[in-house]
Protein backbone atom coordinates (compact mmCIF):
# COMPACT_ATOMS: atom_id res chain seq x y z
CA UNK A 1 0.00 0.00 0.00
CA UNK A 2 2.75 2.30 0.85
CA UNK A 3 4.62 2.10 -2.17
CA UNK A 4 1.74 3.69 -4.81
CA UNK A 5 1.13 6.52 -1.66
CA UNK A 6 1.74 9.77 -3.13
CA UNK A 7 5.35 11.34 -2.43
CA UNK A 8 2.94 14.75 -0.74
CA UNK A 9 4.67 18.05 -0.55
CA UNK A 10 2.34 19.87 0.84
CA UNK A 11 4.55 19.94 4.51
CA UNK A 12 7.46 21.60 2.26
CA UNK A 13 5.31 23.84 0.22
CA UNK A 14 4.08 25.07 3.80
CA UNK A 15 7.58 25.26 5.40
CA UNK A 16 8.94 27.17 2.40
CA UNK A 17 5.96 29.40 2.10
CA UNK A 18 5.94 30.37 5.54
CA UNK A 19 10.39 29.96 6.03
CA UNK A 20 9.93 33.15 3.50
CA UNK A 21 13.78 33.18 2.66
CA UNK A 22 15.12 32.18 6.00
CA UNK A 23 18.14 29.47 6.18
CA UNK A 24 16.81 26.12 7.11
CA UNK A 25 18.76 24.83 10.54
CA UNK A 26 20.70 21.79 9.69
CA UNK A 27 18.73 19.14 10.45
CA UNK A 28 20.86 15.88 9.24
CA UNK A 29 17.72 14.21 7.99
CA UNK A 30 15.85 15.28 4.74
CA UNK A 31 12.78 14.31 6.28
CA UNK A 32 12.84 16.98 9.07
CA UNK A 33 12.19 20.39 8.27
CA UNK A 34 13.26 22.93 10.71
CA UNK A 35 13.70 27.08 10.68
CA UNK A 36 13.96 29.86 12.77
CA UNK A 37 11.91 32.54 10.71
CA UNK A 38 11.03 36.38 11.43
CA UNK A 39 7.52 37.37 11.31
CA UNK A 40 6.96 41.17 11.92
CA UNK A 41 10.01 41.37 14.38
CA UNK A 42 8.57 38.20 16.29
CA UNK A 43 11.28 35.19 15.67
CA UNK A 44 8.98 31.64 15.07
CA UNK A 45 10.17 28.08 14.73
CA UNK A 46 9.00 26.32 11.89
CA UNK A 47 9.35 22.30 11.89
CA UNK A 48 7.68 20.18 8.91
CA UNK A 49 7.50 16.39 8.27
CA UNK A 50 8.22 15.77 4.33
CA UNK A 51 9.20 12.49 2.22
CA UNK A 52 12.38 11.33 1.93
CA UNK A 53 12.73 8.83 -0.60
CA UNK A 54 16.38 7.99 0.82
CA UNK A 55 15.75 7.51 4.50
CA UNK A 56 17.66 5.58 5.97
CA UNK A 57 14.75 3.32 7.45
CA UNK A 58 12.79 1.78 4.71
CA UNK A 59 9.44 2.52 6.33
CA UNK A 60 9.75 5.76 7.06
CA UNK A 61 10.27 7.30 3.58
CA UNK A 62 6.91 8.25 2.28
CA UNK A 63 6.34 11.67 4.87
CA UNK A 64 6.02 9.07 7.95
CA UNK A 65 6.84 9.80 11.41
CA UNK A 66 9.80 7.46 12.38
CA UNK A 67 12.23 6.76 14.76
CA UNK A 68 14.65 9.74 13.55
CA UNK A 69 11.95 11.74 12.81
CA UNK A 70 10.41 11.99 16.71
CA UNK A 71 13.91 12.11 18.31
CA UNK A 72 14.48 14.82 16.05
CA UNK A 73 11.37 16.80 16.37
CA UNK A 74 12.54 16.45 20.18
CA UNK A 75 15.94 17.83 19.97
CA UNK A 76 14.87 20.63 17.62
CA UNK A 77 12.13 21.79 20.24
CA UNK A 78 13.71 21.38 23.26
CA UNK A 79 16.90 23.36 21.29
CA UNK A 80 14.16 26.48 20.77
CA UNK A 81 13.18 26.23 24.96
CA UNK A 82 17.21 26.06 25.77
CA UNK A 83 18.25 28.91 23.13
CA UNK A 84 14.95 30.97 24.90
CA UNK A 85 15.48 29.87 28.50
CA UNK A 86 16.07 33.55 30.03
CA UNK A 87 14.46 36.02 26.92
CA UNK A 88 11.37 36.15 24.70
CA UNK A 89 10.44 32.94 24.16
CA UNK A 90 9.66 32.40 20.29
CA UNK A 91 6.35 30.58 18.90
CA UNK A 92 6.46 26.95 17.78
CA UNK A 93 5.04 26.52 14.67
CA UNK A 94 4.87 22.65 14.11
CA UNK A 95 3.21 22.39 10.15
CA UNK A 96 1.38 19.06 9.44
CA UNK A 97 1.26 17.34 7.15
CA UNK A 98 2.31 13.52 8.07
CA UNK A 99 1.48 10.35 6.87
CA UNK A 100 1.41 8.27 10.61
CA UNK A 101 3.98 6.86 12.10
CA UNK A 102 6.34 4.27 10.69
CA UNK A 103 5.10 0.93 10.65
CA UNK A 104 7.77 -1.52 10.61
CA UNK A 105 9.79 -4.13 12.44
CA UNK A 106 12.93 -2.31 13.61
CA UNK A 107 10.37 0.86 14.55
CA UNK A 108 9.13 -1.76 17.09
CA UNK A 109 12.61 -2.71 18.05
CA UNK A 110 14.08 0.11 18.62
CA UNK A 111 11.11 1.32 20.16
CA UNK A 112 9.25 4.40 18.38
CA UNK A 113 6.55 4.77 20.66
CA UNK A 114 9.21 6.71 23.12
CA UNK A 115 10.63 8.36 19.87
CA UNK A 116 6.73 9.57 19.60
CA UNK A 117 6.59 9.73 23.15
CA UNK A 118 9.84 12.26 23.13
CA UNK A 119 8.18 14.46 20.74
CA UNK A 120 5.07 14.89 22.49
CA UNK A 121 6.82 15.71 25.76
CA UNK A 122 9.06 18.24 24.01
CA UNK A 123 6.13 20.07 22.87
CA UNK A 124 4.13 19.98 25.87
CA UNK A 125 7.34 21.28 27.41
CA UNK A 126 7.55 24.25 25.18
CA UNK A 127 4.11 24.86 25.82
CA UNK A 128 4.55 25.04 29.56
CA UNK A 129 7.93 26.97 29.43
CA UNK A 130 5.59 29.97 27.65
CA UNK A 131 6.47 29.28 24.07
CA UNK A 132 3.00 29.70 22.27
CA UNK A 133 2.93 26.21 20.30
CA UNK A 134 0.67 26.17 17.11
CA UNK A 135 -0.05 23.57 15.05
CA UNK A 136 -1.33 24.42 11.07
CA UNK A 137 -2.48 21.32 9.52
CA UNK A 138 -2.28 21.65 5.79
CA UNK A 139 -2.31 18.31 4.66
CA UNK A 140 -2.36 14.68 6.41
CA UNK A 141 -2.94 14.08 9.86
CA UNK A 142 -3.12 10.72 10.69
CA UNK A 143 -2.95 8.86 13.88
CA UNK A 144 0.58 9.33 15.95
CA UNK A 145 1.57 11.82 13.16
CA UNK A 146 -0.98 13.87 14.66
CA UNK A 147 -0.29 12.98 18.37
CA UNK A 148 3.44 13.78 18.36
CA UNK A 149 3.39 16.52 15.60
CA UNK A 150 0.79 18.61 16.38
CA UNK A 151 -1.80 17.37 19.01
CA UNK A 152 0.03 19.49 22.20
CA UNK A 153 0.02 22.56 20.74
CA UNK A 154 -2.11 25.49 22.35
CA UNK A 155 -4.03 25.93 19.10
CA UNK A 156 -4.89 24.06 16.60
CA UNK A 157 -5.70 25.74 13.00
CA UNK A 158 -6.50 23.81 9.29
CA UNK A 159 -6.46 24.51 5.86
CA UNK A 160 -10.47 24.01 4.65
CA UNK A 161 -9.27 21.93 1.78
CA UNK A 162 -11.04 18.27 1.02
CA UNK A 163 -6.60 16.97 0.65
CA UNK A 164 -6.91 17.96 4.70
CA UNK A 165 -7.36 14.52 6.45
CA UNK A 166 -7.42 13.96 10.45
CA UNK A 167 -8.32 10.45 11.28
CA UNK A 168 -6.59 7.88 13.58
CA UNK A 169 -5.95 5.08 10.78
CA UNK A 170 -5.80 5.26 7.22
CA UNK A 171 -9.35 4.77 5.19
CA UNK A 172 -8.53 1.52 3.79
CA UNK A 173 -6.95 -0.12 7.08
CA UNK A 174 -9.63 1.34 8.81
CA UNK A 175 -12.54 -0.12 6.41
CA UNK A 176 -10.71 -3.80 6.58
CA UNK A 177 -11.10 -3.44 10.27
CA UNK A 178 -14.61 -2.55 10.94
CA UNK A 179 -15.27 -5.04 8.14
CA UNK A 180 -16.81 -2.16 5.56
CA UNK A 181 -15.94 -0.57 2.21
CA UNK A 182 -14.22 2.68 2.07
CA UNK A 183 -17.60 3.82 1.04
CA UNK A 184 -19.73 2.79 3.86
CA UNK A 185 -16.87 4.06 6.35
CA UNK A 186 -17.64 7.69 4.19
CA UNK A 187 -20.97 7.73 4.55
CA UNK A 188 -20.64 6.76 8.53
CA UNK A 189 -18.90 9.67 8.80
CA UNK A 190 -21.65 11.60 8.07
CA UNK A 191 -23.39 11.12 11.29
CA UNK A 192 -20.91 9.61 13.30
CA UNK A 193 -18.86 12.78 13.55
CA UNK A 194 -15.65 11.57 15.23
CA UNK A 195 -15.40 8.70 12.57
CA UNK A 196 -15.04 11.49 9.93
CA UNK A 197 -12.15 12.07 7.83
CA UNK A 198 -12.96 15.32 6.18
CA UNK A 199 -11.86 18.56 8.19
CA UNK A 200 -15.01 20.15 7.88
CA UNK A 201 -16.32 17.38 10.33
CA UNK A 202 -13.65 17.35 12.60
CA UNK A 203 -14.47 20.43 13.22
CA UNK A 204 -17.32 20.48 14.79
CA UNK A 205 -15.57 18.12 17.13
CA UNK A 206 -14.28 21.72 18.86
CA UNK A 207 -10.68 20.90 18.61
CA UNK A 208 -10.15 23.32 15.85
CA UNK A 209 -9.08 26.98 16.63
CA UNK A 210 -9.87 27.84 13.50
CA UNK A 211 -10.73 26.47 9.77
CA UNK A 212 -9.03 28.59 7.30
CA UNK A 213 -11.10 29.03 4.21
CA UNK A 214 -9.76 30.31 0.68
CA UNK A 215 -6.43 28.73 0.49
CA UNK A 216 -5.45 26.99 -2.54
CA UNK A 217 -3.20 24.27 -0.20
CA UNK A 218 -1.14 22.74 -2.76
CA UNK A 219 -0.39 26.28 -4.65
CA UNK A 220 -0.69 29.11 -2.54
CA UNK A 221 -0.96 32.51 -3.78
CA UNK A 222 1.19 35.39 -1.75
CA UNK A 223 -2.17 37.12 -0.73
CA UNK A 224 -3.06 33.37 0.90
CA UNK A 225 0.30 32.92 2.62
CA UNK A 226 -0.29 36.39 4.43
CA UNK A 227 -3.57 35.26 5.24
CA UNK A 228 -2.56 31.97 6.91
CA UNK A 229 0.52 33.92 8.58
CA UNK A 230 -2.45 36.81 9.55
CA UNK A 231 -4.15 33.61 11.01
CA UNK A 232 -1.70 32.08 12.90
CA UNK A 233 -0.67 35.49 14.23
CA UNK A 234 -3.95 35.77 15.83
CA UNK A 235 -4.12 32.30 16.95
CA UNK A 236 -0.61 33.59 18.81
CA UNK A 237 -2.39 36.70 20.42
CA UNK A 238 -5.47 34.28 21.60
CA UNK A 239 -2.44 32.13 23.05
CA UNK A 240 -1.48 34.90 25.15
CA UNK A 241 -4.72 36.01 26.78
CA UNK A 242 -5.42 32.35 27.74
CA UNK A 243 -4.25 29.56 29.90
CA UNK A 244 -1.61 27.86 29.10
CA UNK A 245 -2.91 24.30 29.08
CA UNK A 246 -5.53 22.44 26.97
CA UNK A 247 -8.73 23.51 28.29
CA UNK A 248 -9.48 26.08 25.17
CA UNK A 249 -10.66 22.14 23.56
CA UNK A 250 -13.46 21.61 25.85
CA UNK A 251 -14.44 25.40 26.21
CA UNK A 252 -16.36 26.47 23.29
CA UNK A 253 -19.32 25.77 21.72
CA UNK A 254 -18.54 22.86 19.39
CA UNK A 255 -16.90 21.02 22.18
CA UNK A 256 -20.14 21.61 24.55
CA UNK A 257 -22.39 19.78 21.86
CA UNK A 258 -20.14 16.87 20.56
CA UNK A 259 -17.76 16.65 22.88
CA UNK A 260 -20.39 16.51 25.69
CA UNK A 261 -19.29 13.59 27.34
CA UNK A 262 -15.77 14.26 27.83
CA UNK A 263 -17.13 17.72 30.20
CA UNK A 264 -19.58 15.67 31.59
CA UNK A 265 -17.12 12.71 33.10
CA UNK A 266 -15.02 15.65 34.50
CA UNK A 267 -17.80 17.40 36.14
CA UNK A 268 -18.43 13.66 37.60
CA UNK A 269 -15.22 13.17 39.20
CA UNK A 270 -14.17 16.36 40.11
CA UNK A 271 -17.81 15.84 42.36
CA UNK A 272 -16.53 12.62 43.62
CA UNK A 273 -13.17 13.05 43.93
CA UNK A 274 -13.06 14.12 47.07
CA UNK A 275 -16.11 12.10 48.71
CA UNK A 276 -13.76 9.31 49.18
CA UNK B 1 -4.80 4.67 16.98
CA UNK B 2 -5.06 1.57 16.85
CA UNK B 3 -8.06 -1.03 17.03
CA UNK B 4 -6.44 -3.92 18.02
CA UNK B 5 -8.80 -7.40 18.76
CA UNK B 6 -5.90 -9.53 20.04
CA UNK B 7 -6.82 -13.26 20.13
CA UNK B 8 -10.53 -12.14 19.39
CA UNK B 9 -12.99 -12.07 16.48
CA UNK B 10 -14.65 -9.02 15.86
CA UNK B 11 -18.08 -10.44 16.38
CA UNK B 12 -17.21 -11.80 19.56
CA UNK B 13 -15.41 -8.54 20.62
CA UNK B 14 -19.43 -7.03 19.87
CA UNK B 15 -20.98 -9.33 21.75
CA UNK B 16 -18.76 -8.94 25.06
CA UNK B 17 -20.34 -8.56 27.77
CA UNK B 18 -19.33 -8.13 31.56
CA UNK B 19 -21.20 -11.22 32.99
CA UNK B 20 -19.26 -11.73 36.46
CA UNK B 21 -16.60 -10.04 38.39
CA UNK B 22 -15.54 -12.49 40.95
CA UNK B 23 -13.04 -10.39 42.93
CA UNK B 24 -11.48 -13.47 45.39
CA UNK B 25 -10.68 -15.33 42.21
CA UNK B 26 -9.39 -12.52 39.59
CA UNK B 27 -11.45 -13.68 37.12
CA UNK B 28 -14.55 -12.66 34.52
CA UNK B 29 -16.91 -14.94 32.89
CA UNK B 30 -17.25 -14.09 29.15
CA UNK B 31 -19.63 -15.53 27.05
CA UNK B 32 -18.45 -16.74 23.30
CA UNK B 33 -20.99 -16.69 21.05
CA UNK B 34 -19.95 -20.14 19.37
CA UNK B 35 -19.67 -22.21 22.56
CA UNK B 36 -22.33 -22.38 24.98
CA UNK B 37 -19.54 -23.02 27.61
CA UNK B 38 -18.44 -19.42 29.29
CA UNK B 39 -14.72 -19.17 29.85
CA UNK B 40 -12.84 -17.59 32.09
CA UNK B 41 -10.65 -14.36 31.61
CA UNK B 42 -8.31 -12.70 34.03
CA UNK B 43 -10.32 -9.71 33.11
CA UNK B 44 -9.69 -6.73 36.11
CA UNK B 45 -7.00 -8.76 36.89
CA UNK B 46 -4.93 -6.42 37.64
CA UNK B 47 -7.00 -4.01 39.53
CA UNK B 48 -8.61 -6.52 41.27
CA UNK B 49 -4.93 -7.13 42.92
CA UNK B 50 -4.22 -3.68 43.28
CA UNK B 51 -7.61 -2.93 44.58
CA UNK B 52 -6.86 -5.17 47.25
CA UNK B 53 -4.15 -2.70 48.59
CA UNK B 54 -6.09 -0.08 48.91
CA UNK B 55 -7.28 0.24 52.25
CA UNK B 56 -10.16 2.53 51.43
CA UNK B 57 -12.99 0.86 50.04
CA UNK B 58 -14.38 3.36 47.93
CA UNK B 59 -13.58 3.00 44.37
CA UNK B 60 -15.24 5.52 42.05
CA UNK B 61 -16.58 3.71 38.80
CA UNK B 62 -17.89 6.54 36.21
CA UNK B 63 -19.06 3.53 33.57
CA UNK B 64 -20.09 3.50 30.01
CA UNK B 65 -19.60 5.22 26.72
CA UNK B 66 -17.83 1.83 25.62
CA UNK B 67 -20.24 0.29 22.93
CA UNK B 68 -20.08 -2.44 20.57
CA UNK B 69 -19.32 -2.09 16.68
CA UNK B 70 -22.56 -2.97 15.79
CA UNK B 71 -23.90 -0.39 18.12
CA UNK B 72 -21.97 2.52 16.27
CA UNK B 73 -25.17 4.88 16.09
CA UNK B 74 -25.38 5.04 19.94
CA UNK B 75 -21.56 6.32 20.70
CA UNK B 76 -23.16 9.52 21.88
CA UNK B 77 -23.89 10.15 25.91
CA UNK B 78 -23.91 6.35 26.20
CA UNK B 79 -22.77 6.70 30.19
CA UNK B 80 -23.97 7.34 33.34
CA UNK B 81 -22.00 7.68 36.62
CA UNK B 82 -22.20 5.84 40.12
CA UNK B 83 -20.41 5.70 43.09
CA UNK B 84 -19.60 1.95 44.22
CA UNK B 85 -18.47 0.23 47.29
CA UNK B 86 -16.36 -2.39 45.95
CA UNK B 87 -15.01 -4.15 49.00
CA UNK B 88 -12.61 -7.63 47.87
CA UNK B 89 -14.98 -10.39 47.30
CA UNK B 90 -17.75 -7.67 46.29
CA UNK B 91 -19.30 -7.88 43.07
CA UNK B 92 -19.83 -5.22 40.24
CA UNK B 93 -22.81 -4.98 39.11
CA UNK B 94 -24.19 -6.90 35.51
CA UNK B 95 -25.11 -4.37 32.83
CA UNK B 96 -25.94 -4.87 29.71
CA UNK B 97 -24.59 -3.26 26.51
CA UNK B 98 -22.44 -0.75 28.58
CA UNK B 99 -19.13 -1.91 29.84
CA UNK B 100 -16.38 0.29 31.64
CA UNK B 101 -12.91 -0.23 30.08
CA UNK B 102 -11.41 2.59 32.67
CA UNK B 103 -12.25 2.13 35.74
CA UNK B 104 -10.79 4.96 38.84
CA UNK B 105 -9.98 3.79 41.98
CA UNK B 106 -9.21 6.20 44.39
CA UNK B 107 -7.54 5.31 48.02
CA UNK B 108 -4.67 4.83 50.30
CA UNK B 109 -1.66 2.34 48.48
CA UNK B 110 0.71 1.50 51.41
CA UNK B 111 -0.45 4.43 53.69
CA UNK B 112 -0.57 7.05 51.30
CA UNK B 113 -3.14 8.80 48.75
CA UNK B 114 -3.17 7.33 45.75
CA UNK B 115 -5.08 6.97 42.79
CA UNK B 116 -5.31 4.12 40.18
CA UNK B 117 -6.70 4.10 36.70
CA UNK B 118 -6.67 1.02 35.29
CA UNK B 119 -7.80 0.11 31.19
CA UNK B 120 -9.48 -2.43 31.40
CA UNK B 121 -7.93 -4.61 28.26
CA UNK B 122 -10.47 -7.98 27.67
CA UNK B 123 -13.05 -5.40 26.46
CA UNK B 124 -12.68 -4.37 23.10
CA UNK B 125 -9.11 -4.66 23.29
CA UNK B 126 -9.18 -2.00 26.48
CA UNK B 127 -9.37 0.31 22.98
CA UNK B 128 -10.05 3.66 24.32
CA UNK B 129 -13.25 5.91 23.66
CA UNK B 130 -13.71 9.56 24.51
CA UNK B 131 -15.72 7.89 27.72
CA UNK B 132 -12.97 6.01 28.94
CA UNK B 133 -10.26 8.11 28.27
CA UNK B 134 -11.61 11.42 29.78
CA UNK B 135 -12.06 9.73 32.73
CA UNK B 136 -8.18 8.65 32.71
CA UNK B 137 -7.15 12.57 31.99
CA UNK B 138 -9.98 14.14 34.59
CA UNK B 139 -8.56 11.87 37.16
CA UNK B 140 -4.62 13.03 35.97
CA UNK B 141 -6.08 16.66 36.30
CA UNK B 142 -7.50 16.03 39.37
CA UNK B 143 -4.56 14.65 40.87
CA UNK B 144 -2.19 17.19 39.50
CA UNK B 145 -4.58 19.76 41.42
CA UNK B 146 -4.43 17.78 44.48
CA UNK B 147 -0.39 17.64 44.89
CA UNK B 148 -0.12 21.49 43.16
CA UNK B 149 -2.65 22.58 46.80
CA UNK B 150 0.15 20.55 49.08
CA UNK B 151 -1.62 17.05 48.75
CA UNK B 152 0.81 14.53 46.77
CA UNK B 153 -0.88 11.70 46.03
CA UNK B 154 0.63 8.63 44.18
CA UNK B 155 -0.97 7.64 40.42
CA UNK B 156 -0.83 4.26 38.86
CA UNK B 157 -1.72 3.49 35.72
CA UNK B 158 -2.39 0.19 34.22
CA UNK B 159 -2.23 0.11 31.00
CA UNK B 160 -3.84 -2.82 29.18
CA UNK B 161 -5.21 -1.71 25.68
CA UNK B 162 -4.93 -1.56 21.95
CA UNK B 163 -5.12 2.00 21.19
CA UNK B 164 -7.92 4.36 20.42
CA UNK B 165 -11.29 2.63 19.52
CA UNK B 166 -11.96 3.31 16.24
CA UNK B 167 -15.66 3.79 16.24
CA UNK B 168 -14.60 7.46 18.08
CA UNK B 169 -11.25 7.61 16.22
CA UNK B 170 -10.44 11.65 16.47
CA UNK B 171 -12.29 11.72 19.57
CA UNK B 172 -10.50 9.13 21.45
CA UNK B 173 -7.13 10.81 20.16
CA UNK B 174 -7.78 13.79 20.85
CA UNK B 175 -8.24 12.75 24.80
CA UNK B 176 -5.51 10.62 24.62
CA UNK B 177 -3.38 13.81 23.62
CA UNK B 178 -5.15 15.52 27.04
CA UNK B 179 -3.92 12.25 29.00
CA UNK B 180 -0.24 12.85 27.28
CA UNK B 181 -0.72 16.67 28.36
CA UNK B 182 -1.81 16.04 31.99
CA UNK B 183 0.96 13.17 32.47
CA UNK B 184 3.69 15.50 31.63
CA UNK B 185 1.85 18.27 33.76
CA UNK B 186 1.44 15.75 36.59
CA UNK B 187 4.50 14.29 36.72
CA UNK B 188 6.69 17.40 38.11
CA UNK B 189 5.44 17.13 40.64
CA UNK B 190 4.80 13.03 41.91
CA UNK B 191 6.12 10.02 39.91
CA UNK B 192 3.73 8.26 37.60
CA UNK B 193 3.98 4.41 37.41
CA UNK B 194 2.73 2.56 34.38
CA UNK B 195 1.91 -1.02 34.53
CA UNK B 196 1.66 -3.20 31.78
CA UNK B 197 0.05 -6.99 32.95
CA UNK B 198 -0.14 -8.01 29.57
CA UNK B 199 -2.98 -10.38 28.12
CA UNK B 200 -3.83 -7.46 25.36
CA UNK B 201 -0.59 -5.31 26.12
CA UNK B 202 -0.25 -1.55 25.07
CA UNK B 203 -0.44 -0.19 22.08
CA UNK B 204 -0.84 2.80 19.73
CA UNK B 205 -1.61 6.36 21.58
CA UNK B 206 -1.17 4.64 24.76
CA UNK B 207 1.77 3.19 24.05
CA UNK B 208 3.32 7.02 23.79
CA UNK B 209 1.07 7.32 27.55
CA UNK B 210 3.82 4.36 28.56
CA UNK B 211 6.96 6.08 27.40
CA UNK B 212 5.83 9.22 29.60
CA UNK B 213 5.23 7.46 32.80
CA UNK B 214 8.42 7.88 35.42
CA UNK B 215 8.92 4.13 36.10
CA UNK B 216 6.96 1.41 34.39
CA UNK B 217 6.84 -2.29 35.70
CA UNK B 218 6.23 -4.76 32.95
CA UNK B 219 4.90 -8.46 32.81
CA UNK B 220 7.17 -10.93 30.60
CA UNK B 221 3.94 -11.98 29.07
CA UNK B 222 2.99 -8.50 28.28
CA UNK B 223 3.84 -6.30 25.09
CA UNK B 224 4.65 -2.83 24.35
CA UNK B 225 4.57 -1.07 20.72
CA UNK B 226 3.26 1.68 19.51
CA UNK B 227 2.11 -0.81 16.16
CA UNK B 228 0.40 -3.75 17.30
CA UNK B 229 1.82 -6.77 15.30
CA UNK B 230 -1.49 -7.37 13.08
CA UNK B 231 -1.16 -3.90 11.87
CA UNK B 232 2.46 -3.69 11.27
CA UNK B 233 1.70 -6.81 9.04
CA UNK B 234 -1.32 -5.33 7.50
CA UNK B 235 0.48 -2.26 6.47
CA UNK B 236 4.06 -3.77 5.19
CA UNK B 237 3.76 -6.84 4.47
CA UNK B 238 3.94 -10.21 5.82
CA UNK B 239 7.98 -10.20 4.98
CA UNK B 240 8.05 -7.11 6.91
CA UNK B 241 6.56 -9.14 10.18
CA UNK B 242 4.39 -12.05 10.73
CA UNK B 243 2.08 -11.24 13.09
CA UNK B 244 1.85 -15.17 13.57
CA UNK B 245 4.86 -15.61 14.90
CA UNK B 246 4.95 -14.90 18.46
CA UNK B 247 8.61 -15.61 19.46
CA UNK B 248 9.63 -12.89 16.91
CA UNK B 249 6.90 -10.95 18.28
CA UNK B 250 8.02 -11.24 21.79
CA UNK B 251 11.57 -10.68 20.80
CA UNK B 252 10.54 -6.91 19.84
CA UNK B 253 8.53 -6.20 21.93
CA UNK B 254 7.96 -8.19 24.63
CA UNK B 255 8.25 -7.29 28.31
CA UNK B 256 11.37 -9.18 29.05
CA UNK B 257 12.91 -7.65 26.17
CA UNK B 258 11.40 -4.21 26.78
CA UNK B 259 13.20 -4.63 30.04
CA UNK B 260 16.84 -5.87 28.91
CA UNK B 261 16.88 -2.87 26.59
CA UNK B 262 15.66 -0.21 28.90
CA UNK B 263 12.21 0.53 28.03
CA UNK B 264 10.90 -0.93 31.13
CA UNK B 265 11.89 -0.45 34.89
CA UNK B 266 10.99 -3.04 36.10
CA UNK B 267 9.98 -6.70 35.25
CA UNK B 268 8.34 -8.97 37.25
CA UNK B 269 6.59 -12.03 37.44
CA UNK B 270 3.16 -12.45 38.18
CA UNK B 271 2.18 -11.78 41.57
CA UNK B 272 0.71 -9.39 43.39
CA UNK B 273 2.44 -8.77 46.61
CA UNK B 274 5.52 -7.88 44.19
CA UNK B 275 3.68 -6.12 42.17
CA UNK B 276 2.19 -3.92 44.63
CA UNK B 277 6.51 -4.25 46.35
CA UNK B 278 7.25 -2.86 43.24
CA UNK B 279 4.90 0.15 42.92
CA UNK B 280 6.16 1.24 46.61
CA UNK B 281 9.79 0.71 45.23
CA UNK B 282 9.56 2.46 42.93
CA UNK B 283 7.44 5.53 44.34
CA UNK B 284 9.91 5.85 47.48
CA UNK B 285 12.71 6.64 44.35
CA UNK B 286 10.60 9.73 43.70
CA UNK B 287 10.54 12.49 40.69
CA UNK B 288 13.42 11.31 38.41
CA UNK B 289 15.93 14.12 37.10
CA UNK B 290 15.16 13.52 33.87
CA UNK B 291 12.39 11.13 32.44
CA UNK B 292 13.00 8.56 29.62
CA UNK B 293 11.16 10.40 27.38
CA UNK B 294 13.38 13.74 28.07
CA UNK B 295 16.95 11.14 27.63
CA UNK B 296 17.06 12.55 23.82
CA UNK B 297 20.77 13.03 23.18
CA UNK B 298 21.08 9.66 24.71
CA UNK B 299 18.95 7.70 22.35
CA UNK B 300 19.72 10.40 19.57
CA UNK B 301 22.97 8.63 19.78
CA UNK B 302 22.19 5.54 20.21
CA UNK B 303 20.20 5.32 17.09
CA UNK B 304 22.45 6.96 14.86
CA UNK B 305 24.97 3.78 16.21
CA UNK B 306 22.20 1.30 14.69
CA UNK B 307 23.18 0.22 11.34
CA UNK B 308 20.22 0.15 9.07
CA UNK B 309 21.10 -2.04 6.40
CA UNK B 310 22.10 -4.74 9.00
CA UNK B 311 19.81 -3.75 11.41
CA UNK B 312 20.17 -5.92 15.11
CA UNK B 313 17.87 -8.38 15.89
CA UNK B 314 16.69 -8.81 19.75
CA UNK B 315 18.70 -10.28 21.16
CA UNK B 316 21.47 -8.31 19.84
CA UNK B 317 19.97 -5.14 20.67
CA UNK B 318 19.87 -6.26 24.49
CA UNK B 319 24.00 -6.33 24.03
CA UNK B 320 24.14 -3.07 22.72
CA UNK B 321 21.37 -1.30 24.84
CA UNK B 322 21.63 -3.61 28.22
CA UNK B 323 19.14 -2.03 30.63
CA UNK B 324 18.89 1.28 28.61
CA UNK B 325 22.75 1.78 29.62
CA UNK B 326 23.87 3.22 26.57
CA UNK B 327 26.76 4.52 24.73
Same mark, same amino acid.
Given at each position: ?65 ? /? ?48 ? %? %? ?39 ? /? ?14 ? %? ?19 ? %? ?80 | ?56 ? @? ?49 ? $? ?47 ? $? ?26 ? @? ?36 ? @? ?103
Amino acid at each position: MSTIMPLSSRGRTWFQALADKAQPVDTGLGSVLVTDATWGGERVRLLAIVPDPRNRFPRARHGELG /LDEGWALAHHVRGAIAADRSGAKRTIITIVDVQSQAYGRLEALLGIHLSL %A %AAVDAYAAARMAGHPVVALIAGIALSGGLLAHGAQAHRLLA /LDDPGVVVHAMRKQSA %ARITRRTVEELDELGKTVIPM %AYDIRQFAKLGLLHELIAGIDADAPSAAQIAKVKERVAAAIVDIHNNPGDLTSRLNNAEARVNRAASIEVRRRLAEQWNKS | MLFALYGFRSAEVAGLRLEEVNWERDIIMISRPKQRRAQEYPLYKALAKLSFAISNK @LVHVVRGGDEALGRIHRVRHLFEGQRLALPPGGRVPSRRRQQPVALLAHGQ $LAGKPAVIMAIEGAFQGGGMGEVSASKIAGALALARRDCESGKPILPVL $LLETGGVRLQEANLGEAVVAEIHAEIIA @LRRHVPIIGVITGMVGCFGGMSITAGLCSYLVIFPQAR @LELNGPEVIEQEAGIDELDASDKHLIWSLMGGEQRYETGFADAQIEDDAELLKQTIRDLAARGVPARHRSEKVEEYRRSLADIDAAAPPDGPALRRMWPKGEMP
